[in-house]
């Protein structure tokens, strides 16, 4: 476990920064162990983005940790989602609100194998049924040999994939996939350019 704590870019006085640091760095060794792990990001840049420094080492520790396997987390199968999409028919849920809903869920498996028929836990909601478990394209594939491990990525090899969070603008479906182009890289041709004697002619 490790924590990271952000926005400390609000703090104008540096005497009490420094208070605070300590203050939740006693409090985060409280609750999980003494030496766990603590990093700061200092605040956004004027990009809207921390610093890349900082990032950059935050995920160079992520990789390199060691991290402790629980054996009941790896014996059971779990999901990580980063998707979902309820495909209810409208029809049916205008004339009973509380039948039970079709979601598909996207996302990563995790543990042991997930099949399907198995009974699925979702935290808040209880346990239901799965009819059917399809595999997908890893969005962001790790390097298949040790040829193509690298220490760091140029900038046009760097991929995120994260539908969740409106970073990407990328969506990965069973038979498409989907780009988000924002309006303002789009460029409409002029109606004068289209129709040169007007829109009637």
């Known amino acids: 476990i490790l924590g990271v704590l952000t926005h400390l870019d609000k703090f104008a006085d540096n005497k009490k920064l420094r208070r605070t640091k300590k203050q939740m760095k ?3 060794w409280t609750e999980v162990h003494d030496g766990a792990k603590l990093f700061y990001l200092s605040g956004l840049e004027k990009t ?5 420094t900082e990032v950059h080492n935050l995920a160079r520790f992520i990789s390199v940790a060691k991290f402790r396997p629980l054996i009941w987390r790896n014996h059971h ?3 990580l989602t980063d998707r979902f999409e309820e495909v209810t028919d409208p029809e049916k849920v205008r004339l009973d609100p509380k039948c039970d809903r079709d979601v598909y869920m996207y996302g990563y498996v995790r543990g042991t194998y997930l099949r399907a028929q198995q009974k699925m836990h979702l935290p808040g909601l209880g346990d239901v049924g799965m009819d059917a478990v399809t595999p997908l394209d890893d969005p962001c ?3 298949g040999s040790s040829k193509d491990k690298k220490r760091t990525l140029k900038a046009t090899e ?7 969070s409106d ?5 990965f479906d069973r038979d498409a996939t989907y780009i988000d182009i924002p309006d303002k890289h789009l460029i409409f041709s002029k109606p004068d350019t289209l129709f040169p004697g007007g829109v009637g002619a």
């Not at 760097?158 to 969740?164: C, E, N, Q, V």
Request: aromatic fraction near 16%; charge should be positive.
């Open 26 to 28: 006693a409090r985060f």
């Open 167 to 171: 970073v990407s603008g990328i969506m």
């Open 77 to 79: 199968p779990y999901v």
């Open 48 to 52: 809207g983005r921390y610093p890349k």
């Open 158 to 164: 760097r991929t995120i994939y994260a539908p969740m």
């Open 141 to 143: 594939p790790l390097p």
